[in-house]
């Protein structure tokens, strides 16, 4: 059974997929991969930001520093000119 953790954080993964690919092209095949490398690169920025490997709960504030992260990191430059706030908190 899911954590509520677990089950947050799928939801935002989702929610970015989504919002990824509506606004872009990506292939089939390539969408699995996509999706487990987001959560877990999601997972691994909540823990860093938290400062804990075992996050129980993603609060607002963690959403904030998460969604400030992935605006600013080179790393994710593919979700550049999603507007993630919109996505996370009202979508």
Same mark, same amino acid.
């Given at each position: 059974?899911? %954590? ?7 939801l935002i993964?989702?929610? @970015? ?15 699995p991969?996509? @999706?487990?490398?987001?959560?877990a690169?999601l997972?691994r920025?909540?823990?860093t930001?938290t400062?804990?490997? %075992?996050?129980?709960k @993603?609060?607002?504030?963690?959403m ?6 992935i605006e ?11 507007n993630l706030?919109?996505? @996370?908190?009202?979508?």
């Amino acid at each position: 059974m899911k %954590t509520d953790f677990e089950k947050s954080l799928l939801l935002i993964t989702a929610k @970015i997929v989504e919002a990824f690919v509506l606004n872009n092209e990506i292939e089939q095949e390539d969408l699995p991969n996509f @999706i487990q490398n987001l959560y877990a690169d999601l997972y691994r920025e909540i823990e860093t930001i938290t400062s804990n490997k %075992t996050p129980q709960k @993603i609060t607002k504030e963690v959403m904030e520093c998460l969604i400030e992260k992935i605006e600013t990191d080179k790393k994710y430059d593919q979700l550049s000119g999603l507007n993630l706030r919109d996505i @996370i908190f009202y979508n």
